[in-house]
């Protein structure tokens, strides 16, 4: 019997479940745009699982049972799929420009939220710590649902990634798991503001609700926020993580690159916003906002997102970036050289965002958040 992504329990069925579709229809235009390797797509990781297994969370034991209860509750299981909400879409009908955005966000959403779930089933499947293997098992299990119930969008759109190839064949990339902290809790995090700020965008203006995809979008990001909450805990056991002159450094790498990354892919969907009714400039800066004040639980700085160099900047990384696109494709010697003066460009822009000044924090006490958004 087939099993809904929504209702599996762990991982392992998910995929199994999502495979089953899979095997049924597949797309291959959209696994090749999942398995494409750029800077700005995302990507699959791999880490030194022993490292991560041999964390002891006793130090917030309190904080880590309470939030292991609640994904234990699974307040979420079965609301991944399709409804009497999910209104009927007419894809053939819809502005062809917004057709592709919506799709290249969909599948890179897709791909996204099976490669945390790709990460965080390996973690499970390797480890022997109770505490950090239980913790994994869940938020595979939520990913799981996430991607499937985003390829369920896809379908009726006649397009599917095939998870299970991209698993296979997709590239991965070796973090040192203190990276994946950094990397994994603000992309949890930024998950969440993200889909709030659409998600309270549209509840407020629902003739611009262009899919019903958007109206999952709260339970969605809670789960995200709690992945956050744990990767905030794990964090909070090893205080050098934060506190160390040089892992300062890293994390103020990691915020810059991950804000301007979504800065220049979000602005490469101009027709998604404009159909969203969203500024991108005015979307993107409220997500940072949202997203500076939330890591303020655990991270010892901010980033200065009003500084008069900010905007200008990230306007220049994305012009360099789009500019560099463009050449590539122009392909020949004038492309090269192009591409090559862009990268160039675009370098300097994300060197000029780093040295602007970081805005210093004290993390409180308690390290602990729940949705305010
Ligand atoms: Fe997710
Ligand atoms: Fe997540």
């Given at each position: 019997m087939n099993v809904h992504t929504a209702d599996v329990l762990t991982a392992e069925e998910g995929l199994a479940a999502i495979q089953a579709q899979a095997d049924k229809f597949d797309s291959d235009d959209a696994t090749d745009l999942a398995l494409q390797n750029t800077l700005l797509t995302p990507r699959f990781y791999t880490t030194d699982f022993d490292e991560l297994d041999a964390i002891d969370v006793s130090s917030v034991r309190e904080d880590w049972d309470k939030l292991l209860g609640q994904m234990r509750s699974d307040?979420?299981?079965?609301?991944f799929k399709k409804n009497e909400d999910w209104d009927a879409i007419d894809w053939e009908g819809m502005d062809p420009a917004l057709k592709l955005e919506f799709l290249d966000f969909l599948v890179s959403s897709c791909t996204a939220e099976f490669s945390g779930c790709v990460l965080y089933k390996e973690m499970k499947r390797r480890g022997t710590n109770k505490d950090i293997c239980e913790l994994f098992a869940f938020m595979s299990r939520d990913e799981a649902r996430h991607a499937g119930f985003i390829n369920d969008a896809l379908r009726e759109a006649g397009v599917s990634v095939n998870l299970g190839f991209l698993t296979k064949k997709k590239k991965y990339t070796y973090f040192r798991p203190k990276f994946i902290y950094y990397a994994t809790y603000l992309s949890e995090k930024i998950g969440y503001a993200r889909y709030i700020t659409i998600f309270r965008h549209l509840e407020a203006?629902?003739?611009?609700?262009?899919?019903?995809?958007?109206?999952?979008?709260k339970e969605w990001c809670n789960d995200e926020f709690s992945h956050g909450e744990a990767f905030a805990l794990l964090m909070r056991t090893d205080p050098k993580l934060t506190e160390s002159w040089n892992n300062r450094l890293w994390i103020k790498f990691f915020l810059t690159a991950v804000y301007s990354t979504m800065w220049v892919r979000d602005h490469a969907r101009p027709a998604f916003h404009e159909a969203l009714g969203v500024d991108v400039e005015w979307y993107d800066q409220e997500v940072f906002k949202k997203t500076s004040t939330i890591s303020r639980q655990v991270f010892p700085l901010e980033l200065d997102?009003?500084?008069?160099r900010w905007k200008p900047t990230l306007r220049r990384l994305e012009k360099a970036m789009s500019d560099g696109e463009k050449a590539a494709k122009t392909g020949g010697p004038a492309g090269m050289i192009g591409k090559a003066w862009a990268n160039l460009r675009g370098a300097a822009a994300f060197v000029s965002l780093l040295t602007i000044p970081s805005k210093p924090n004290t993390p409180p006490e308690n390290v602990r958040l729940e949705p305010a958004y």
């Open positions: 307040p979420n299981k079965g609301h203006n629902p003739e611009h609700r262009f899919h019903p995809i958007f109206k999952w979008f997102i009003d500084h008069p």
